[in-house]
């Protein structure tokens, strides 16, 4: 076990890119996902497709399919990625289809009075969304937003393949190094819950200021509904 | 049960405690219960050992219970919500097979004591009897210990309910939520428990339903569907929530009409909570007019709708007529 | 460099060979999940608070640490302690771990989406506890659960390649294993990539036809 942890400075190299890895990932998801998730809404045929083949296609892809065929197959291609971007890129944007589905779902679940009501102001399309309809939906798309979050982070573990040092290929090196198979594979696993705690922290305190801000309670058990709108799956939701 | 003798010649004051309850045994607590030189007891109407002479004429279905209903009766009842206190120190009193409407404004309490007496709620303080037995104490050792789960289920095979929003069992046809019950606590054999429910549906006039989902009923077969279900369990006494106020105006008759039959050809000790005086009118021997936890007024159903005495029982009738 | 047809028709069993694993792995850890799942909630409902948190802080353990690392643990560490299982084994059983916390959600909310009329109709007739949950509580939760529950078999599928990391020659490490030996990694890798794509749309056009027949209840 010493051996293991006096490692640490390892450790906190591999944590470090595991965590640059999920804040990357997330920002690169969230552009991703309120754009194609506005589209999913338009009135226009054309904008919809756009949303369906965007989610479909990297949603219903595996996260390690997409790094693979970014770091193997597209080079042949002529497009070439550092390890990181490659990494950045497969990640951003399988987590963004769901974030998409989430942000399209959020908007429909607005009620269509207050649709209407933008409407009866005469307010313009950007207006409607940009002033009324985000603003309510944000509070809906947090919780899952941050299921997604937490499953991004997990979703760095894939790095490891393709030789970037996070934390996963650090366990496995010290594993290696030291032979303490035990220690090695248990100090990951608790490295990794308690970077999603603090995310979990952060996603917590996020909620309630939204909460506080439109003046809402919402129900502290997850629902049906926002366990399966966060779910890895292919939630269809709204 | 409760009726003794001494009870019958004296009703009221202080002396028609059920006769378990032996004098000198320490009580259960009771918010509030310090006063200790005041009589502990005010009720002051029939109490509730007053046996009841005659059961009500007519022919009647052989599913109905009679002759053995338990009177009920709350002792200084508390029940709290959190720091909102429903009930305080409630005290009433129901005669075996008396029918009794509960009516008053929304939050005054009336549902809480259904709910109490059907276990779906905790008691906070004070004592519900059912016949001789406290419903949510049990002696023990010459003490009075809070129930367990064994005694609030021996309790709860006296009582029967029905909801206002049927609950009926949607994953079972109408024929098995009848059944589920007798065959799962009673211990009835199938075929005696699919007999029981023939005859029960024959008696809400839903003989060609039984093999209907719950869904496909309208509201007012399903809260028939859920009376039945209530009567398979043969209770002695039978609590009805507004059983009629989730239905559409156009099925509300038949359902009181049915309700009103089975009342008067059994003698269920019957707890009935409504806003429609006409039914409560037609159901009850006596009425609890209700205002935030405490009995206003109570009397036979011509008084109080016909001449109450206390002023916020007028305003109550008043609103409810007006609506 | 452009896209080689006949490459593509060379490589097809191979990645078959492959794509038997990951359907084999799928399935058998989703049986593991499912099952898994349900006994997690239930043992999350116990009169207990101590051993219902203990049981919440393993699921949440479970759910918010990567599924690589737990293959690792599972592959490498078993053997340390005297139990030897190959590497397929080891990634359903992990793969079916690590999913059954999340069917355990899932089936928490379920169960929590039946109405509470229906508890107190129980009460009302009185039903032993045994009855209540296997005549009126579960069959309606997991009524209420089928579509959800399918997602997982959708996303279960999509993270089987991961089971690569401990040797699994699964449908991912086949279509790398043929491009590593020719050096030609677009076509196998595009392949793959498609075939996850026509299965999750497929299988999503599926579960959203679950989610209409599930829908009213």
Redesign the interface.
């Known amino acids: 076990m010493s051996d293991v942890l006096d490692s640490y400075p390892q450790w906190l190299d591999g944590a470090w890119v595991t965590v640059r890895l999920t804040l990357l990932g997330g920002a690169l998801a969230l552009v991703l996902a309120l754009l194609f998730g506005m589209a999913g809404t338009s009135r226009h045929a054309w904008v919809r497709v756009l949303n369906r083949v965007y989610v479909e296609f990297f949603r219903g892809n595996a996260t390690l399919v997409l790094l693979y065929w970014f770091f193997y197959a597209l080079p042949l291609l002529g497009l070439r990625f550092t390890t990181l971007s490659a990494a950045v890129l497969a990640l951003g944007l399988n987590v963004g289809a769901y974030g998409a589905e989430v942000v399209r779902g959020s908007i429909n679940a607005v009620p269509k009075a207050q649709y209407e009501a933008t409407v009866a102001l005469n307010f313009t399309p950007f207006q409607r969304m940009r002033r009324v309809l985000l603003p309510q939906a944000f509070a809906l798309m947090l919780p899952p937003f941050g299921n997604l979050l937490i499953e991004l982070m997990k979703g760095t573990a894939i790095v490891s393949l393709v030789g970037l040092v996070d934390l996963t290929r650090v366990s496995k090196n010290i594993q290696g190094s030291t032979g303490q198979t035990v220690a090695a594979f248990s100090v990951v696993l608790v490295l990794y819950f308690i970077i999603a705690q603090v995310l979990q922290l952060f996603v917590r305190y996020a909620e309630r200021r939204v909460d506080r801000m439109l003046g809402r309670r919402l129900p502290s058990e997850p629902s049906l509904e926002t366990v399966a709108a966060g779910a890895p799956g292919t939630g269809v939701t709204g | 049960m409760p009726p003794s003798d001494t009870d019958e010649a004296g009703p009221g004051g202080v002396g028609d405690r059920p006769p378990s309850e032996i004098p000198g045994a320490p009580k259960a607590p009771a918010p509030g219960d310090g006063g200790s030189g005041s009589a502990p007891n005010v009720v002051t109407e029939k109490g509730v050992a007053t046996q009841k002479g005659e059961v009500p004429g007519g022919e009647q279905a052989a599913e109905l219970p009679r002759g053995t209903a338990p009177g009920i009766r709350f002792e200084k009842v508390v029940k709290r919500f959190g720091s909102n206190v429903v009930l305080r120190e409630l005290d009433f009193t129901v005669a075996p097979g008396e029918r009794v409407t509960l009516i008053g404004p929304s939050g005054s309490g009336k549902t809480t004591i259904l709910r109490l007496l059907m276990t779906l709620e905790k008691l906070d303080g004070g004592l519900i009897w059912i016949g001789d037995e406290t419903l949510w104490h049990r002696e023990r050792g010459g003490k009075r210990v809070p129930a367990d789960q064994k005694h609030l289920h021996e309790m709860r095979k006296q009582v029967g309910m029905v909801f206002q929003q049927f609950n009926l069992f949607p994953n079972m046809n109408v024929l098995h939520n009848l059944t589920e019950g007798p065959v799962r606590v009673l211990g009835l054999s199938k075929d005696e428990a699919v007999e029981r429910a023939r005859g029960l549906l024959d008696m809400v006039g839903l003989t060609d339903k039984e093999n209907a989902h719950p869904t496909q009923l309208s509201g007012g077969q399903q809260q028939r569907v859920a009376i039945a279900r209530a009567l398979a369990m043969q209770p002695k006494v039978l609590l009805l929530d507004e059983v009629t106020s989730a239905l559409d105006p156009e099925l509300v008759v038949g359902v009181q009409d049915l309700l009103r039959d089975i009342a008067r050809q059994s003698d269920l000790t019957l707890l009935c909570v409504t806003h429609e005086m006409g039914f409560a009118k037609d159901i009850s021997n006596r009425v609890l007019m209700f205002d935030q936890g405490q009995i206003v007024e109570e009397g036979p159903p011509d008084q109080i709708f016909g001449e109450p005495s206390e002023q916020r029982t007028r305003d109550f009738l008043q609103a409810v007529l007006a609506s | 460099?452009n896209w080689d047809w006949h490459y593509s028709g060379e490589i097809l069993p191979d990645l078959l060979d492959g794509l038997r694993y990951t359907v084999i792995a799928t399935l058998a850890g989703y049986v593991i999940a499912v099952v898994l799942g349900l006994v997690w909630t239930l043992l999350r409902r116990t009169p207990s608070r101590i051993f219902n948190q203990v049981i919440r802080w393993i699921t949440e353990?479970i759910r918010?640490?990567?599924?690589?690392?737990?293959l690792?643990?599972v592959f490498?560490?078993l053997p340390?302690w005297g139990i030897t299982i190959g590497s397929l084994t080891a990634g359903i059983i992990t793969l079916g771990l690590h999913y059954s916390t999340?069917t355990a959600?899932?089936y928490r909310?379920?169960i929590?989406?039946v109405?509470k009329?229906?508890w107190?109709?129980c009460?009302?007739?009185?039903?032993?506890k045994s009855?209540v949950w296997l005549?009126?509580i579960l069959?309606?939760a997991i009524?209420?659960?089928i579509?959800?529950l399918?997602?997982?078999?959708?996303?279960m599928f999509?993270?089987?390649?991961?089971l690569?990391?401990i040797n699994v020659s699964e449908l991912?490490f086949s279509?790398?294993k043929v491009?590593a030996k020719t050096l030609?990694?677009?076509e196998p890798?595009?392949i793959?990539?498609l075939l996850?794509?026509?299965?999750?749309?497929i299988?999503?056009i599926l579960?959203?036809r679950l989610?209409r027949r599930y829908a009213?209840?």
Do not use: H
Request: aromatic share 12%; no cysteine.
């Open positions: 460099m353990f918010s640490t990567p599924l690589i690392p737990q690792y643990f490498f560490v340390a999340y959600e899932v909310a379920g929590a989406d109405p009329g229906q107190e109709a009460t009302a007739l009185n039903l032993p009855r005549d009126v069959p309606q009524r209420r659960v579509p959800t399918g997602n997982y078999l959708i996303a999509k993270d089987s390649p991961m690569l990391a991912l279509a790398y491009g030609q990694f677009l890798i595009t793959v990539g996850f794509v026509v299965v999750s749309v299988s999503s579960v959203r989610e009213t209840i």
